[in-house]
Structure formats: structure tokens, C-alpha cells
């Protein structure tokens, strides 16, 4: 295991591309220890989180949704916090409330559990609209409001949320305002026989996640993000993923919105230094497209998904 050294708060923490890739590997083979299998995903969901991004993971139940988000969370030494979303769950269930303190005859506020670096909503489509919107403001602004006074949550902040895909008459369908807020929607699938069985050896006794321990900081993360930010995207790149979404608005009933052409762009910054590089290239819009797009998309016909579309759009779009 990586020894790692925290960073004084208030410290400047600066790493560059090489130092990145390299916190990213320590990062992937920690995880790797707890999910057999799935390294995309795992790609996935470091890269929404380098490029500032909230993840919808949609699958079956059982398949290491909720293990990957709390290995990932605790690989960088984050605070994790979990919500099982479930029918009669409050907003301030989510968000916290103001408390009357009888003994000082005051309001205080008591933090819900989305004051974490790392949320996981699971199953969220469990929950009525209204309570899947107490996750609304945090996601897109850093921030709740409670009885008009505004709390800021932990920094760096994403959420990670699962679906239940199989009980769809207990469920509610997530709003497309709720929907173009995630990065990106991701399915895991079954693992193959041979992971299936190296699972079942690894989860033997204890499990896995139990002996996590983190390889980077909290401090690394934040630093990441901020040499994502810097990534350097040429203007053809622009041009190219502006093409993309434009493909999809006149081919679709609804198309990628600009929200969406702005997240594609940050995953695509994230997939760079993932790979060690300080700049977008058509491979990383290429790779990222297909489960950034499709989940905005609403192709209008049966005869066509949105992750068709999204690739007919990859397939009719050149690279210029």
C-alpha cells in the first residue's frame, strides 16, 4: 500500500499531468482490490470526479454499485456519507433542518448526509420527485438552502446515485432536470466467470472493503481538479463536441443540451490526465460521448435509442 501524506489545510497542493496518472493508477488498483472487474466504470466515475461530475450508475441490484462508490470515495480519504432513498424519505431527510434548541431557545441546523465529499443516493428513483430535488441545488451550485439561509457542502463534492432497474412499478422516473444534472450514466453489467469466481474468493471471510485504505488525500483530489480544469481544448475539439450535440437536437425529439456539451468537454479534460496528457484529443470526446449524450437524449421513436443516435452522431460526424 502507497504511503500518502496529508496536506496542511489552508496549503497549496499542486501536482502536474505525470503526477495525475500516477495517483490515478494507485487509485485504480485499490479499487480493483474490492471490484473484480469493471475498470471502465471505474475510468468512468475518476474521471467524472477529476472533471467535476456526478455519476448515475443504472443496474440490477447486486452487481457492486455501492461497493465501487464507497472503494472509490475512501481511495482518496473522503468523507462518505450513504442515503437509501426510499418512499417516505423527506428532503430534509437529505439536506438537514433547523432544530429548535430548547435549552438556548435558538435554531440550529443539523447537517443531512449530503454534507460529504462523497454522497451515494442509492436507489434513488425510490423517492418522489420532490425529495430527488433536495439533491438539485447541491449538484449544480455546491450548495443548500435551508428556511432561506444558505450552507455551502464539503469541497470537492459529487454524487454518485444508483437506480433500482428491476421493481419499475415502485419506482419514479428521474426528471430530465434531475437526469442532465449527472455527468454521466453508467451501466455496470455481470461480471464474467472468471471474475464472478475471483470475487466469491476475495469475499470470502472478510470483505474486501472493510481493509480499504486510502492511497491519496483529499488534498490530491482537489489538485487534480484543478489541473483538469487546465487541460487544454483546441478550438476543433469545441467545434467537434458542439457538432455532436447539434447532431442529436436535429435528429431527436429532445436533444444534448449545452449543459451537456459543457460536462462532455470536462470528462473529456479528465480522460486526458487519466492518460497522462495536458490536452483533449477526438479519441477522449469519443470514448466519453456514450454515456455522457445518451441520457439527455430523447430519440422519439422506438425504432431508435438515444445510445444509437448518440452513435450514428459519433459514426456521421467527421473530426476536422
Given at each position: ?186 451501466e455496470l453489467g455481470y461480471p ?36 483538469t480544469a487546465g487541460v487544454t ?6 467545434t467537434y463536441v458542439t457538432r ?77
Open positions: 500500500m502507497t504511503d500518502i501524506e496529508s496536506t496542511p489545510t489552508g496549503v497549496q497542493h499542486e501536482l502536474d499531468v505525470d503526477d495525475v496518472g500516477e495517483i490515478a493508477d494507485n487509485v485504480l488498483e485499490n479499487v480493483e482490490r474490492v471490484i473484480v472487474g469493471h475498470r471502465d466504470a471505474i475510468e468512468h466515475i475518476l474521471t467524472a470526479l477529476f472533471g467535476r461530475g456526478h455519476v448515475l450508475l443504472e443496474d440490477v441490484p447486486g452487481v457492486g454499485k455501492t461497493m465501487l462508490s464507497r472503494a472509490i470515495a475512501e481511495s482518496f480519504d473522503c468523507s462518505f456519507k450513504r442515503v437509501q432513498f426510499t418512499p417516505d424519505l423527506l428532503p430534509s431527510d437529505v439536506t438537514g433542518a433547523n432544530v429548535y434548541n430548547q435549552r438556548d431557545q435558538t435554531f440550529e441546523f443539523r447537517e443531512g448526509p449530503i454534507f460529504a465529499n462523497v454522497v451515494l443516493g442509492d436507489e434513488i428513483n425510490r423517492a418522489p420527485p420532490k425529495t430527488q430535488s433536495a439533491l438539485l441545488e447541491a449538484m449544480e451550485e455546491g450548495q443548500v438552502t435551508i428556511d432561506g439561509e444558505t450552507h455551502a457542502v464539503p469541497d470537492p463534492f459529487a454524487v454518485i446515485a444508483t437506480q433500482n432497474t428491476v421493481e419499475r412499478d415502485r419506482t419514479y422516473d428521474l426528471p430530465m432536470a434531475e437526469l442532465d444534472r449527472f455527468m454521466k450514466k453508467l464474467t466467470a472468471d471474475e464472478e469466481s475471483s470475487m466469491l474468493e476475495n469475499v470470502v471471510g472478510t470483505h474486501p472493503i472493510e481493509t480499504v485504505e486510502p492511497v491519496a488525500t483529499l488534498a490530491d483530489l482537489e489538485a487534480i481538479r484543478t489541473v481544448v483546441e478550438d476543433p475539439i469545441r455532436l450535440a447539434r447532431y442529436t437536437r436535429n435528429h431527436a425529439e429532445l436533444g444534448a443540451s449545452p449543459r451537456a456539451s459543457l460536462l462532455l468537454l470536462r470528462a473529456a479534460q479528465g480522460r486526458a490526465v487519466l492518460h497522462g496528457r495536458e490536452y483533449v484529443v477526438p479519441d477522449d470526446i469519443q470514448t466519453e460521448a456514450p454515456v455522457v449524450l445518451p441520457h439527455r437524449v430523447r430519440s422519439g421513436t422506438t425504432e431508435r435509442s438515444s445510445a444509437e443516435l448518440v452513435a450514428d452522431a459519433i459514426e456521421a460526424i467527421p473530426v476536422e
